[in-house]
């Protein structure tokens, strides 16, 4: 899916070294998770959902997504954006958008069948998070909690009127040709659809301004996620399964028992939406319900908080064995938008001639061992570069320009 938040958003200086590496291995498993996805078989031998899809499914990309409003965070100084600094912010993040959506419009080759590329939904979640910087935090959080409530409200009453997805991956000719559906198709039924998943930018923001250098949060996060992600999947099977809520959905649509499980399993191609609200009680991969985004939410707090906590264990053997595995980690999920646009790229090719997991293996050696190199040499990803290069310039452009226009205006 999806780019790596560390692609598109670049760290400020005074991050310390233990949070970079909590916050970059975290994104190192959402990369891993996503290339689980995308590599390794969904259904098993007995027809239900393989182990990997079921841990990785929904909560690698969503993981993604609240990383990328981490790393937004980190960007804008951890604290809302002062009145003067918020046209520059703006210009910088719509650059950022800008770098991104251009080299997901480059990848739309790929199959959607295989993957859907994210990146183009990433481009407009970056413009959604332009307001949302200026907002104070717990605002911000709040915000958040009504977006993973009303939006699918709104879009399961009016879903019935929205353009059909096309649920493949968007090119310039594409969105040329039919504007308006793609524009509904990024922003509320494709698979990633940015206004619901604007929850997890909020989410994102609000956890990278807390102070992650300490024990505590890193705790906290890991029990409040842990809890929220439980929480969400215990409610879900009580509407679905024990108070009429599957039977609710069969009958909506009239679809047979096997079909809404599958959708309850695998989860939806994009949002669910139908003539009965029951569907808002399904928390299925993909399915961007209020249960969906609130316990993939909690899920990726589960996982940012454990891999900051890991970082705070003391001991010299155990703390040895914890860099063995958080630094690899740590270096790939440093350069996740190069490393995602290479996995898309080899499983598009004829050189992916191997077995699911063979060919899974492989990809993640070699994230791991691209990453430790870039680490050790270049010390960033190409496009990781390149993003932050584009982002950086319009915003001293922009800068320069209205230090121009308001010295001309006083003289």
């Not at 790229?345 to 050189?351: L, P, Q």
Request: proline residues 5%.
């Amino acid at each position: 899916m999806t780019i790596s938040p560390s692609a598109v958003t670049e760290q400020i200086p005074v991050v310390t070294k233990t949070r970079l590496i909590g916050i970059d291995a975290a994104r190192g498993i959402a990369l891993l998770g996503m290339m689980a996805v995308h590599s390794l078989m969904a259904v098993g031998d007995d027809g239900s959902p393989t182990l990997s899809y079921g841990i990785a499914a929904g909560r690698s990309s969503a993981l993604f997504a609240v990383l990328a409003g981490v790393g937004i965070a980190f960007t804008t100084g951890r604290s809302p954006v002062r009145r003067g600094n918020r046209s520059a912010t703006a210009v910088a993040l719509a650059a950022r958008a800008a770098a991104v959506g251009a080299i997901g419009l480059l990848m739309g080759y790929a199959d959607g069948e295989l993957a859907v590329m994210i990146l183009p939904y990433y481009a407009v979640l970056f413009l959604l998070a332009i307001p949302l910087v200026y907002l104070p935090t717990r605002v911000l959080a709040a915000v958040g909690v009504l977006i993973a409530l009303v939006v699918p409200l709104a879009i399961e009453q009016f879903g019935s009127v929205l353009p059909e997805p096309s649920l493949d991956n968007p090119t310039v000719s594409g969105i040329i040709g039919d504007p308006l559906g793609w524009l509904m198709e990024l922003l509320v039924t494709g698979e990633f659809p940015a206004l619901p998943w604007a929850t997890y930018i909020c989410a994102g923001i609000v956890i990278g301004r807390l102070r992650l250098t300490s024990a505590n949060i890193a705790g906290a996060l890991l029990v409040i996620g842990s809890a929220l992600a439980v929480g969400a999947r215990i409610l879900a099977e009580v509407l679905i399964f024990h108070l009429g809520g599957l039977e609710q959905i069969m009958a909506s649509r009239e679809l047979p028992r096997d079909e809404v499980l599958d959708i309850i399993s695998y989860g939806a191609d994009g949002s669910v939406s139908s003539s009965t609200w029951w569907w808002l009680a399904v928390d299925g991969p993909h399915t961007s319900t209020p249960l969906d985004l609130l316990g993939t939410v909690g899920s990726s707090m589960a996982v940012i908080g454990a891999m900051l906590f890991l970082g705070h264990i003391s001991g010299h053997r155990l703390s040895r064995l914890i860099n063995a595995g958080m630094v690899p980690l740590a270096a790939a999920g440093s350069m996740t938008l190069t490393l995602y646009v290479l996995h898309i790229w080899f499983i598009n090719s004829h050189y992916d001639v191997y077995s699911a997991s063979a060919g899974y293996v492989l990809q993640v050696i070699a994230a791991l061992a691209i990453g430790v190199f870039v680490k050790l040499t270049a010390g960033r990803g190409p496009l990781e570069a390149f993003v932050t290069m584009i982002a950086g310039w319009s915003k001293r452009a922009f800068v320069t320009r209205k230090s121009k226009s308001d010295a001309a205006h006083r003289g």
